[in-house]
């Protein structure tokens, strides 16, 4: 499961004590796991040139290692529908504090899952899912299972779920691939156990699911700040 990209990425990580997300998702991909097309562009022309090759509306991000939490820093944007529009918010995040870039990617539909995991010093990896998004602190809908999960773990998760029948098509709304879904959680399990010492926690949210795939929208990979030891929780 580590191949060397992973673990460059984990050591150019290193100084920041996370990884920044577009270098998540190239390491979530090694992994196994689906993520949104996407450029991390340091010039407004790459990230317009890109964006018209996988056509508008597009989600931009800022790309900061002093930004952890890009929402409240006002560095994410929806919707994009234009050069003009796109150009104008990389002005923007340009002039936020420690600016890197931005990451360009495509807009996806779907329900709004969270997956994450945290080292438990008692325990050990555990992994969970449940009800993403905005509304995620809100609901307080989820799942929670030891790491290493097995299929029948995914099944019993998602049916731990108060909102499962969101999942399974609910009022003639189309059902989300559960085969996708599980093989997500699989793949993500796999990498948990793989990365238990050196990284703290990983939280995926939202991970959009609809009824052809399960896909990763956003990503936030916090270093064990002391590898070799349990983390404390």
């Known amino acids: 499961m580590l191949n060397q990209s992973i673990k460059d990425i984990l050591t150019a990580s290193k100084k920041q004590g996370w990884v920044l997300e577009p270098e998540a998702k190239r390491l979530l991909a090694d992994a196994g796991m689906s993520v949104p097309r996407f450029l991390w562009a340091t010039r407004a022309e ?3 040139g890109y964006a018209k090759k996988i056509g508008y509306p597009v989600v ?17 944007a929806v919707g994009i529908g234009s050069e003009a529009h796109l150009k104008k918010v990389y002005n923007r995040f340009s002039r936020l504090d420690g600016f890197a870039g931005m990451l360009v990617e495509e807009t996806l539909k779907g329900v709004e899952l969270i997956v994450g995991s945290k080292t438990d010093h008692q325990f050990g990896p555990v992994v969970l899912l449940g009800i993403g998004g905005t509304g995620v602190e809100i609901f307080q809908d ?11 773990d995914v099944v019993s ?22 085969k996708k879904l599980t093989q997500t959680l699989l793949a993500f399990s796999e990498l948990v156990m793989a990365l238990a010492e050196p990284v703290e926690s990983i939280d995926l949210n939202p991970v959009m699911c609809s009824g052809k795939s399960c896909i990763v929208a956003d990503a936030r990979i916090m270093l064990n700040p002391y590898p070799g030891q349990p983390v404390r929780t």
Do not use: W
Request: aromatic letters at 4%; glycine letters at 8%.
């Open 60 to 76: 931009a991000k800022v790309v900061s290692p002093a930004i952890i939490h890009k929402s409240d820093q006002d560095g994410v």
């Open 157 to 178: 998760m998602i049916q731990g779920l108060k909102a499962h029948k969101l999942l399974e098509g609910y009022r003639g709304a189309p059902a989300v691939d559960l």
């Open 142 to 152: 989820f799942s929670v299972r030891m790491a290493p999960l097995k299929e029948r």
């Open 46 to 48: 790459d990230a317009a």
